[in-house]
T-cell receptor, first 114, second 114 residues
Framework: DSGVTQTPKHLITATGQRVTLRCSPR?????VYWYQQSLDQGLQFLIH???????AKGNILERFSAQQFPDLHSELNLSSLELGDSALYFC?????????????FGPGTRLLVL | AQSVAQPEDQVNVAEGNPLTVKCTYS??????LFWYVQYPNRGLQFLLK??????LVKGSYGFEAEFNKSQTSFHLKKPSALVSDSALYFC????????????FGIGTKLQVIP
């Protein structure tokens, strides 16, 4: 158990809908990262927040947004969902934002868009 | 741009035999290198990382990895494989120059045969 929690574990929804995925980092960690894992794209970095501020964006679609709250938990919002958004979504946390820091991953949210 | 390659989709090894999972990387500056393991329906678990110093890094569950700068490689090794080591292994790299996301390889499936 990494100490990173994600809810829900599974999510089934329809195209065009909007969902929110939630992540709580390990105690004391200030950074939260979001990743998408799909069979054809592998593990893709989406976005990084550090202490409430957006630090970097990766391959995140405009339909997707995220935020980190004062209690350091983070939410990833996915809107206008398409079939291709079906994937595993992971969040990870680290203590700081240095490149050498280890990221600890949550168990993921499996999203299925029908 | 940084990249990481895992040239083998799958590695099969007999229980008790040594195992190697290969990883090569490309960065502009110096690399930080990571290995993670993913069991079915689970998040990624951190195994070990290379930051600086000794080229041989020891990690969790008896795994180790050797950093070879001239060959730009960071192969994961274990002297004696266990059936329970069967999983998906990811190599990851992060450039020390500027802000760089973590780039993950596509993963190598390790199958340990009893």
């Amino acid at each position: 158990d990494s100490g990173v929690t994600q809810t829900p574990k599974h999510l089934i929804t329809a195209t065009g809908q909007r969902v929110t995925l939630r992540c709580s980092p390990r105690s004391g960690d200030l950074s939260v990262y979001w990743y998408q894992q799909s069979l054809d794209q592998g593990l893709q970095f989406l976005i990084h927040y550090y202490n409430g501020e957006e630090r970097a964006k990766g391959n995140i679609l405009e339909r997707f947004s995220a935020q980190q709250f004062p209690d350091l938990h983070s939410e990833l919002n996915l809107s206008s969902l398409e079939l291709g958004d079906s994937a595993l979504y992971f969040c990870a946390s680290s203590q700081g934002q240095g490149a050498q820091e280890t990221q600890y991953f949550g168990p993921g949210t499996r999203l299925l868009v029908l | 741009a940084q990249s990481v390659a895992q040239p083998e989709d799958q590695v099969n090894v007999a229980e008790g035999n040594p195992l190697t999972v290969k990883c090569t990387y490309s960065v502009s500056g110096n690399p930080y290198l990571f290995w993670y393991v993913q069991y079915p329906n689970r998040g990624l678990q951190f195994l070990l990382k290379y930051i600086t110093g000794d080229n041989l890094v020891k990690g969790s569950y008896g795994f180790e990895a050797e950093f070879n700068k001239s060959q730009t490689s960071f192969h994961l090794k274990k002297p004696s494989a266990l059936v329970s080591d069967s999983a998906l292994y990811f190599c990851a790299v992060r450039d020390t120059w500027g802000y760089q996301k973590v780039t993950f390889g596509i993963g190598t499936k390790l199958q340990v045969i009893p």
